[in-house]
């Protein structure tokens, strides 16, 4: 069931532009279809430990390449300058790791380390933006941000969830 309907959604997105809203009705269809199945497709019951477990995994998970791709067509939507460079494998790698560190800063409790990890990667980006001028350090202040932002989110929802009990 699952890897038809996950076909299914899929086929009908690659019939869709490559927009913003294409991309999260498909995030948000395959998260439902397994919602759905999870709740009613099941007499079982999960455990207080599996549901912790699983709003964890789902939290690092959408931090990885789902929030990299958004983040990609925000700033392609956003500045859409068809001469900028392409992004190289080591700034989505690097985009990854921030966020991983961030939602663990915050599952942690640790909010003030967020800041530093801001001040670092300025200190360390400061001379290539500096070189390459304005443009480069507003896509780069811009694509932190909205990285930054999202990370914190989904920390701040996981916390919730875990906080809410609604789930167990």
Sequence with gaps: MIFVLHFI????????????????????LHIAVLWVLAIYGTESTISENAA???IYVGG?????NPTGI??????????????K?????ISAWIGI??????????????????????AAKSIF??????EDGNIKAEYFLLGTLVSFTLAIIVGLVINWLLSSGKFF
């Design 9 to 28: 959604t899929d086929f009908f997105k690659s019939k869709l532009p490559d927009t913003i809203p294409a991309f999260l009705a498909d995030q948000l």
């Design 52 to 54: 912790t477990f699983w």
């Design 60 to 64: 690092f998970v959408l931090i990885t």
């Design 70 to 83: 958004f983040t990609g067509m925000f700033l392609n939507a956003v500045i859409p300058d068809k001469n």
């Design 85 to 89: 460079k392409n992004k190289h494998d």
């Design 97 to 118: 790791l921030e966020r991983i560190l961030i939602l663990i800063f915050i599952l942690a409790g640790q909010f003030t380390a967020i800041g530093f990890l801001i």
């Design 125 to 130: 980006r400061f001379n290539d933006t500096r």
